[in-house]
């Protein structure tokens, strides 16, 4: 038996390294070299194109508790994210052409593996096969998908922040610290904002020119990954409540909060070059060079790469797909990433780690359905929701709304106490799981650690000025 995977991104390459573990053998099937989507920039495997951030690193957020999970699951993708981690504060991030060429050595290199390069542009006829091909599907297939499930249930955008040189930034007039002093101090560029330079600022997003969607385009945002400039329009403080939140940002030469601030994140180990935490944006290229060289620190900053705007595809998990995540309408046609319906890079991977092993143990004679973690997991969860019907489904990061809820005295506990004993169940009812599906642990585990990452954390207001 040869499973078919389609996508060399995250999903896919965790699906298929799954499955081979398992003894089954997989044909890879990843588009690139022969084509890249217009936000590739690589040949490589399983590449970041958008951040070289996982978020939150603590157990008591939401998307760290999962990251632990897959590690105990003995995930390809968490094992290679350890390898190349780069400091990031709170976060998780990880140097990203050293992560794909980790991951393309690795899943190259297994046995049972078969890497093939070429565009899939049709769902193949082979059963079973994964759809694994993320936010950058192809037109073709996606049009395949969409004579299935429907056109209406596929596109939507996102946009993708800009990467700045290190030796342009202006140090005369940033800081380097990160949110409450978590982690090390020269984690993050900090480009403070008064309240008239903020002003400003926002003003000229408003104003900017923007990429226009072709017409018969229909632009449908991913609430999380709002644009810049999306966000300026919702209202004035807006940002300063979003991305240029100032909450836990000591100003060492004024001894203060900022009114606003653009952070800046690592994104090599040597960092020579930062990404601009949060400002995804559709602005023209000329335009992100004039507004962004308003923030201070900025005003000379050579831009490694611009941001730009690309098609997110996914369908409506809860009507579409069965519980198998395969397409109701065409049974052994998994889908697994973003393209199932969940949102970002951890997300993408947990799928496509979970449809492996399910899948895995299915073809041993097990039902897929029997092999799923337990609600009571992040995995578990993030599954979940894949099965919830909406009025309207959108896309969404693991967040811990989505676990079952607490009893009894449970419900009574603080916001933080009650994160802690909810990451604590979780990993217990993880336990007997992972002995079921024979999952091998890769990690070492860590003990809980009761602090919730800054980047994920409710923002409070700046102080006053």
Sequence with gaps: MTVLVVGGGLAGCECAFQLAERGIDVRLVEQKPDKRTPAQVGDGLAELVCSNSFRGAALTNAVGLLKEEMRRA????????DEVRVPAGGAFAVDREAFSRAMTARITAHP???RES???TEIPSDRPVVIATGPLTGDALAASIASIVGAEHLAYYDAIAPILSAASIDESKVFRASRYDKGQDDAYVNCPLDKAQYAAFVEALRGAEKVAPREFEKVRYFEGCLPVEVMAERGERTLAFGPMKPVGLTDPRTGRWPYAVVQLRPEDEDRTAF??????????WPEQKRVFSMIPGLENVEFLR???????TFVDAPRVLADDLSLVRAPGVHLAGQ?????????SAACGLVVGIALARSLAGEPFTASLPPRETALGSLWS?????????QPSNVIFSMFPPLEGAGKQLRKRARYAVLAERALAAL???????????LATARTLERVIDDETSEPGPPPAM
Excluded: C
């Design 385 to 393: 929701h894949l099965r919830t019907p909406t009025d309207r489904y």
């Design 118 to 120: 070429g565009e899939i």
């Design 112 to 114: 049972r593996i078969r």
């Design 74 to 81: 003995g995930s390809l993708v968490m094992a290679v994210g």
């Design 306 to 312: 611009y941001g730009s705007v690309h098609r997110n």
């Design 275 to 284: 990404n601009m935490v949060g400002f995804q944006t559709r602005m023209k």
């Design 431 to 441: 336990l007997p799981w992972l002995e079921a599906v024979g999952a091998t642990k």
């Design 339 to 347: 393209v199932a319906g969940v949102e970002g890079y951890v997300e």
